[in-house]
């Protein structure tokens, strides 16, 4: 079993910050990769930020130079620091990590419930 708990998102005005947490639990072996996607309504799911397990960081154009992926493996734990927060940021962020359980041969992809930023004008 595996479960993403999410938590940070919340109301801010535009140019204001918030950090998002995801923590990864479960009966884990390894996790190849965790980020953050993110729905906004009407639209399409889209990559925000990803972290691999070697560290290597890939973001978004919209979110370059103003949101920071950063983890602690030993929390099994992603952070999305976002600064100067716009408008268009505005959307449920759902947590993704690609892991593999104890017992099984293959990675799987694992989301969670999705927590809502919603920034104001």
């Known amino acids: 079993q595996m479960q993403l708990v999410e938590s940070g998102g919340g109301l801010v005005q535009a140019g204001g910050s918030l950090r998002l947490s995801c923590a990864a639990s479960?009966?884990?072996?390894?996790?190849?990769?965790m980020g953050w996607y993110r729905q906004a309504p009407g639209k399409q799911r889209e990559l925000v930020a990803t972290?691999?397990?070697?560290?290597?960081?890939n973001y978004a154009d919209s979110v370059k130079g103003r949101f920071t992926l950063s983890r602690d493996n030993a929390k099994n734990t992603v952070y999305l620091q976002m600064n100067s927060l716009k408008p268009e940021d505005t959307a449920v962020y759902y947590c993704?990590?690609?892991?593999?359980?104890?017992?099984?041969?293959?990675?799987?992809?694992?989301w969670g419930q999705g927590t809502q930023v919603t920034v104001s004008s």
């Open positions: 993704n990590a690609d892991a593999t359980l104890w017992g099984s041969y293959y990675a799987n992809t694992y």
């Open positions: 479960g009966s884990l072996f390894s996790i190849n990769a």
């Open positions: 972290i691999t397990s070697g560290g290597s960081t």
